[in-house]
T-cell receptor, first 115, second 115 residues
Framework: DTGVSQDPRHKITKRGQNVTFRCDPISEHNRLYWYRQTLGQGPEFLTYFQNEAQLEKSRLLSDRFSAERPKGSFSTLEIQRTEQGDSAMYLC?????????????FGQGTRLTVV | AQKVTQAQTEISVVEKEDVTLDCVYETRDTTYYLFWYKQPPSGELVFLIRRNSFDEQNEISGRYSWNFQKSTSSFNFTITASQVVDSAVYFCALSEGEGSYIPTFGRGTSLIVHP
């Protein structure tokens, strides 16, 4: 298993543009999480999927943000009309349901810079 | 409400020194989980340990040890005989209840180990 994979690793975009990130979780992990991390801060929870169902969303997830996991495998996170405040590292994690509240395995993240 | 406090923003030590990273948490829940993660310069969060609220037994793993004390709501992490490769940001995290993994992370402690 290659672990959680995120693409792209880096993205620079102009303010107002839309961006989409992809996360491929560890195979057979049915839980997938998106976090955002800004400089000097810990990761902040954005949203969580169990299989294809989006079960929880943080208040941080404004209406410009949308996440999908259509077949319960990979997930995408789209940010519309990006703002400079969206500049951050976006982290994806996955975990297995076998052990309740098990640890999640994180990808290396996508660093977004909005100019 | 959850809260995780890592009061030490940055710690600098010389190789072979022992170092303790502090973590203090707040929760009203009786069932909760505590985690430590390491984030090296590459950016990927690496799971180190998970501890549930009913297990106060301290744990040692090689040069790493953890001291969980419910009486003081602390879950401190000690690295013995630190090495340059230990240089990273370390995050303490807390999640409440069963069935999901949505931890609240502290702001992290940056550990710099000098040769």
């Amino acid at each position: 298993d290659t672990g959680v994979s995120q693409d792209p690793r880096h993205k620079i975009t102009k303010r107002g543009q839309n961006v989409t990130f992809r996360c491929d979780p560890i195979s057979e992990h049915n839980r997938l999480y998106w976090y955002r991390q800004t400089l000097g801060q810990g990761p902040e929870f954005l949203t969580y999927f169990q299989n294809e169902a989006q079960l929880e969303k943080s208040r941080l997830l404004s209406d410009r943000f949308s996440a999908e996991r259509p077949k319960g495998s990979f997930s995408t996170l789209e940010i519309q009309r990006t703002e400079q405040g969206d500049s951050a590292m976006y982290l994806c994690a996955s975990s297995s349901k076998q052990d309740m509240n098990t640890e999640a395995f994180f990808g290396q993240g996508t660093r977004l810079t909005v100019v | 409400a959850q809260k995780v406090t890592q009061a030490q923003t940055e710690i600098s030590v010389v190789e072979k020194e022992d170092v303790t990273l502090d973590c203090v948490y707040e929760t009203r829940d009786t069932t909760y989980y505590l985690f430590w993660y390491k984030q090296p310069p590459s950016g990927e969060l690496v799971f180190l340990i998970r501890r549930n609220s009913f297990d106060e037994q301290n744990e040692i793993s090689g040069r790493y040890s953890w001291n969980f004390q419910k009486s003081t709501s602390s879950f401190n992490f000690t690295i013995t005989a630190s090495q340059v490769v230990d240089s990273a940001v370390y995050f303490c995290a807390l999640s409440e209840g069963e069935g999901s993994y949505i931890p609240t992370f502290g702001r992290g402690t940056s550990l710099i180990v000098h040769p």
